[in-house]
């Protein structure tokens, strides 16, 4: 028996306990602290381990941070009402691999409907009206001056000296022209007074404005529209013939200038 024991046997006896009595006690002591001692180990490891368990995870987070800031840097970023557009680099050559194209993401964001209107106002293209094209007349109007000319030819009027007057041949010959004119509004007629070579310049001048006007009157008193009329005089500066008195005959006339109305086209 060693020291340890010796002096836990002095002890015993101390408290009355026989040899037999003392082992037993100092076994059942024994057993009670080798339990405490197992369990003080058991407590001990699991402490470490929790410990060890810490110590690794928060090394792993210390490890993922970094990593999970730079997928964080590229993710693309989700933001309300808008969306994203991909830009990819133009102008690549045929050459290049796939690793050498570049893929942009960006977000756009659509500009507000009152914001969009100022500027498409802006830059809409400003329509200019197309040149006017002249419409080239219809046949219809092109006939009826053909044939007012052709009819303006026979509906000379002829007058004695120093008279302005009319006869009813002369009305017949009016009539028909006139009905023909007003049916005809692309038409302009002159009715050009003449005179013949008798008396001064200024008395022929005069009387040949008197026949022109008693032209346009007679063509109103038939009931006629005369807006399409215009009445000229010339005195003796036009004459159709010169010598005899049957020239003059012929001088002292009116005759109708059919010319195309350019101010109805």
Known sequence: MGLFSTIKAAKYRAEGLNLMQAFQVDASLGKNDFQRTVVIAALAFMLVCSLSFTAIQSVNATRSIPQQRAETQQAP??????????????????TATPDDLVIQASLVVPPAPQEIAPIAAAVAPVQTAAPALETPAAPEALDCLVELRQISQNATIHFDVGSAQLSGSDLVRLSQLGRMANACPEAKIQITGHSD??????????LSWKRADSTLNAIAQLGLNTAQFEPVGFGARTPLSQGDASDDDRNRRVEFVVLRNELDN
């Open 77 to 94: 970023v989700e933001v309300e009402n808008q969306t994203p557009v991909l830009n990819i680099a133009a102008n690549t050559p045929e």
């Open 197 to 206: 070579t008798t008396g001064s310049d200024f008395i022929n001048f005069d």
